[in-house]
């Protein structure tokens, strides 16, 4: 009854789309567990590449059941025109599974995102302003509308005509917005619904049942640790647990069913709005970092911030996820470098921090201590077997592992579905 959850060790966008797909082949459902469509995985099949923001992975797996679980936040209209965009491409999504107890985005969770951030000036979150946060508030006030409200019509309208009897009076008293009309939304929604209704299921006891008999469940978070609401960089966070022990809150699957937890690992860092990054590169390497990266967003296409690897974020992944595996992504990105930094522990206040620091004001004051490795000239996107890497690379993959603390199972060396040394099985 393998359960395997698939976690980011630092702030997102660190190629997990790549590692599910590679899985795929070893596994029976691809199950999302947190976040919505702020998230986005890019997969690059032969010449063709996919963007999939809500929907799990596996979906571009013929024999994968993709599971939107219970702790994903649903924007429905993004998720139909996610599958028709699919369909569109010849990729079927009949096998979806999208739990009755899932939150949706509403329309005013996503005025109240946008129009927050615009109240907080500079100190916006740089949300991807697709209603994430607002929707899990409702949520966590109990004010939330379910997809299983789509089945009954009179439940819908009213949760929605609560929702907007309160959130109608804050849009136009305090942000100075339009009022949102309840009758437009339920007449949305149940068009939606209509559509919809064939993917709806009690995902929990379908994944139970699937562990039972034997079958490999893999659990997709998106974004990463440093972006979890409780242990990333808080307020710089997003409004959902993307760690190991969120999969099991977010998919309805007890803790001692997990049996392996690969964290995706860049060889270098990067994120996506604002917060503390001590490794960040505000000068020409940041810019090459990101250009020969491709660092920019899959979702919202903002430049991604870069910089070097960060073992203590690494380590604290490992830490928090209980991590088993690594899946070191974009290690090809790093070629042609003399000498590689790499952040072996931070000076807060002419203190050495081995460990991310307790406090936020300490997390912004940090300043990275390097350590610099030599680097290697040659192309390694060919290579097919960790021998094929030339020395200075495996010893800069063992140096990382090192500091991590736990074995890299997994090299990304490129872009395609075939760029990926395994060093050790996966599930
Ligand atoms: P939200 O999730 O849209 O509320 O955004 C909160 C923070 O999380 C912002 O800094 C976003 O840029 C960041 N974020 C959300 N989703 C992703 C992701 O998939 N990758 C990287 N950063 C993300």
């Known amino acids: 009854m393998p359960a395997v959850v698939l976690v980011g060790a630092q702030w997102g966008d660190e190629g997990k789309g790549k590692a599910t797909d590679l899985l795929g082949d070893q596994v029976d459902y691809v199950v999302r567990y947190q976040g919505g469509n702020n998230a986005g995985h890019t997969v690059v099949i032969g010449d063709q590449k996919y963007a999939l923001h809500l929907l799990p992975t596996g979906v571009l797996s013929p024999e994968v059941v993709p599971v939107i679980a219970n702790g994903v936040v649903i924007d429905p209209g993004v998720l139909l025109e996610e599958i028709e965009g699919l369909r569109a491409r010849g990729i079927s999504c009949e096998r979806l599974l999208i ?15 946008k ?5 907080l000036g500079k100190a916006k979150i740089g949300t991807t302003g697709r209603g994430i946060g607002p929707a899990y508030g409702d949520k966590i006030a109990r004010m939330g509308v379910r997809v299983q409200d789509l089945l009954d019509p009179g439940i819908l309208r009213k949760k929605i005509e609560v929702a907007l009897n309160e959130k109608n009076q804050v849009l136009t008293k305090v942000y100075n917005r339009r009022v949102i009309d309840p009758e437009k939304v339920l007449e949305e929604y149940l068009g939606y619904a209509e559509r919809l209704k064939p993917y709806i299921a009690d995902t929990s006891l379908v994944l139970s049942k699937a562990l039972d008999q034997g079958r490999v469940v893999l659990l997709e978070g998106g974004q990463g640790n440093l972006l979890d609401i409780d242990h990333g960089t808080y307020p710089f966070v997003t409004s959902s647990s993307p760690t190991a022990g969120g999969a099991c809150a ?11 937890v690969i964290a995706i690992l860049k060889a270098y860092t990067t994120r996506v709005g604002s917060g503390p990054f001590p490794t960040e590169l505000l000068d020409e390497r940041g810019d090459w970092l990101r250009t020969t990266g491709h660092e920019y967003g899959t979702t919202t296409g903002r430049d991604r911030r870069c910089g070097w690897f960060d073992a203590v974020i690494a380590r604290y992944a490992t830490r928090i996820n209980g991590v088993t595996d690594f899946f070191l992504t974009k290690l090809d990105v790093l070629s042609g470098l003399e000498r590689i ?18 406090t936020q004001t300490d997390f912004h004051h940090a300043k990275p201590i390097y350590e610099e490795f030599p680097g290697w000239q040659e192309d390694i996107s060919e290579a097919k077997s960790f021998d094929d890497l030339p020395p200075n690379a495996r010893a800069y993959v063992r140096t990382l592992e090192e500091m991590s603390g736990a074995p ?19 599930v």
């Open 115 to 119: 129009v927050t951030e615009r109240y």
């Open 250 to 260: 977010g998919a309805g699957i007890p803790p001692t069913r997990l049996t392996r």
């Open 99 to 113: 739990s009755a107890s899932a939150h949706l985005i509403m329309p005013h969770h996503k005025a109240l995102d």
């Open 341 to 358: 930094p790499v952040c072996v522990a931070y000076e807060i206040d002419g203190v050495r921090h081995d460990e991310v620091p307790m």
């Open 408 to 426: 890299i199972s997994a090299i990304g060396v490129g872009p395609g579905r075939t760029q990926t040394l395994q060093l050790r099985p996966l």
